[in-house]
């Protein structure tokens, strides 16, 4: 898999998953993108003033992809109690963030960090063309995981990105 | 009248075969099998025949003479051969062409490959609202210039451009003008005297008419125009373009070109009648905009951004009942949204955030009803799920957001 940057006038940088097979069939979406999309789970908003929240907002419009993660901890427990998205994006886009707030609630920070975007695109069955949705999806998180340690005193956590 | 699904609004792209059309095809793939260009015997002359009628009324369609008319595959490959054959039969008299950013890829990438043979392009940017400055038009023209290549009407937003100015500037700098009518020729009059065109490419299949084939008009009169063959061999068409004639398309095309010949006028009343309900419909949900001048446009083609939410996953709303084209990347070819929205100006938000509505012969006003209501409710409910447009509700200006980059 090729990871294409695009760099925009204006200075701005993104980057597409990009495969031979460039012509997407949307007709071909999976059951469980469909099922996401028609169903979105976990679709909200949660209070980013409270020390316990922690909010990650990834993509940008240019791009055709902007998504905000969030999720509420359990001070005592590390356990991740609640998890909200909204998303502006395709239907792969909206299934992978609903998909990663699933996956959030009930696990532990440290157990929500080493979720990987190809496991998103394994259970929904992604498209080579709509990786990089999944991939915004893991960002996501990692992003809303900082914001929570960064208000909570703690050093962010830096990861080597991989490329796909 | 009962609700027929799904619906298609994607005529831009293309548009179903009338089935008068397939009639009068359908002879000439049996027992009326000739070749055109068979001289010697009965199976020919029948062919011929049939094709010299179907020139008269694809001539006829634009004001043109049958001679005029040069059949080809179709609209892509009549682009080429004005461009290419207009750059080689004039060279001796220069070697830069005027044309503009919002042109159909068969007219951009053709003057990109002139660039690649040593001629000069001038592309010309486009209004906010499509269309082109006449005034930076006259201004790009040099003694070099030998053609101006401007489009009739836009596929995308539907934009027609000021033909007959254009045409005027061209005549008053004796340069030629080319125009690629595949989206005109048959929803609107397209007179190619009145309007002075010099050249003009168009397409049986975006008029009802088959896959396939269609025609480069060449001016044989004021001035006397030719182009150098792009394609060799038994000297068809004046010599302008080698090839066995498609005869039950070219038959089909002709059918085609006299049903809008005769139904156009009452059509294009109704088709944009109908588009004006369908946009009027969506354009009361907010932060909703049309794309392109509504003054000067086809009357079968809207084409509106939804702001805030992605074309993609809009159309997956509705996609199983109602197919048409979105302006964001992920539905085409590329992944980046369309150049064409972009040159009038819009961002890339509002570019990824576009739907274009191709109506056509066949649309009902149930199907129109059906796709406002659609439509709508998809953007709300989309709107609800969009991060974006919470931020829009609270103020925040989404301009001056650093955002983190993928």
């Known amino acids: 898999m090729k990871v294409r940057k695009h760099i925009y006038k204006n200075g701005r940088i993104c980057t597409f998953a990009h495969s031979h097979i460039v012509k997407l069939n949307i007709m071909a979406y999976s059951d469980k993108v469909i099922d996401h999309y028609a169903n979105p789970k976990n679709v909200g908003t949660l209070d980013k003033s409270k020390n316990n929240v922690g909010t990650g907002l990834v993509g940008a419009p240019e791009c055709g992809d902007v998504m905000r993660l969030q ?57 080579p063309v709509k990786i990089h949705c999944s991939v915004l999806a893991e960002d996501a998180i990692k992003a809303a995981i900082n914001d929570y340690r960064v208000k909570n005193g703690l050093p962010e956590l830096v990861e080597e990105k991989k490329v796909h | 009248m ?83 054959g207009i750059y080689e039969m004039y060279a001796s008299k220069g070697d830069h062409i005027i044309t503009c950013t919002t042109e159909h890829k068969a007219v951009l990438d053709t003057c990109k490959h002139i660039e690649t043979l040593g001629g000069h392009v001038t592309y010309l940017p486009v209004q906010a609202d499509g269309l082109v400055d006449l005034a930076e038009l006259e201004k790009a023209i040099t003694p070099k210039t030998i053609l101006i290549a401007i489009m009739y009407g836009n596929n995308e937003t539907g934009v027609i451009q000021p033909i007959r100015e254009i045409s005027q500037i061209a005549r008053k700098h004796g340069v030629l003008f080319f125009t690629d009518g595949t989206q005109a020729v048959g929803k609107v009059p397209v007179d190619v005297n009145a309007d002075g ?123 199983k009942n109602i197919a048409l084209s979105s302006g964001s990347a992920c539905t085409s070819a590329s992944l980046e949204p369309s150049y064409v929205l972009k040159a009038l100006g819009l961002g890339d938000d509002l570019a990824h955030s576009s739907l274009r509505f191709g109506l056509g012969r066949f649309t009902t006003e149930e199907q129109v009803d059906y796709t406002i209501a659609a439509v709508k409710e998809t953007v709300l409910k989309l709107r609800e799920m969009s991060p974006l447009w919470e931020m829009f509700q609270e103020g925040i200006d989404l301009d001056k957001i650093e955002w983190a980059h993928h």
């Open chain 2, 2 to 84: 009962e609700l027929n699904l799904p619906i298609y609004l994607d005529n831009n792209a293309t548009t179903p075969m009338d089935p008068r059309v397939l009639d009068a095809m359908i002879p000439y793939f049996t027992e009326k099998f000739g070749n055109a260009a068979s001289r010697n015997h009965s199976f020919g002359w029948v062919a011929e025949e049939a094709v010299d009628y179907a020139r008269e009324q694809v001539a006829k369609l634009i004001g043109a003479d049958p001679k005029e008319i040069i059949f080809t595959s179709g609209a892509t490959e009549a682009d080429n051969l004005a461009i290419k």
């Open chain 1, 71 to 127: 999720i509420e901890v359990d001070e005592v427990s590390g356990v991740i109690r609640d998890a909200k998205f909204k998303t502006f994006g395709c239907g792969s886009a909206i299934a992978s963030s609903s998909l990663a707030t699933e996956w959030l609630k009930g696990k532990t920070v440290d157990q929500a960090m080493a979720i990987d975007n190809m496991d998103i695109v394994e259970e929904l069955n992604l498209p």
């Open chain 2, 197 to 319: 065109i010099d050249l003009m490419a168009f397409s049986a299949h975006k008029m009802y008419g088959p896959k396939g084939v269609g025609a480069l008009y060449v001016r044989r009169k004021n001035p006397r125009v030719k182009v150098t063959s792009q394609m060799d061999g038994g000297g068809h068409e004046r010599g302008m373009r080698s090839g066995t004639l498609n005869v039950p398309a070219i038959v089909g095309f002709g059918k085609a070109c006299e049903l809008c010949m005769n139904e156009m006028e009452a059509e294009s009343k109704r088709l944009s009648k109908l588009r004006d309900k369908l946009e009027q419909g969506l354009l009361v949900l907010e932060e909703a905009y049309v794309n392109g001048t509504p003054e000067h446009r086809l009357p079968h083609t809207a084409n509106i951004s939804f702001k805030y939410v992605e074309g993609e996953g809009l159309m997956m709303g509705f996609n």
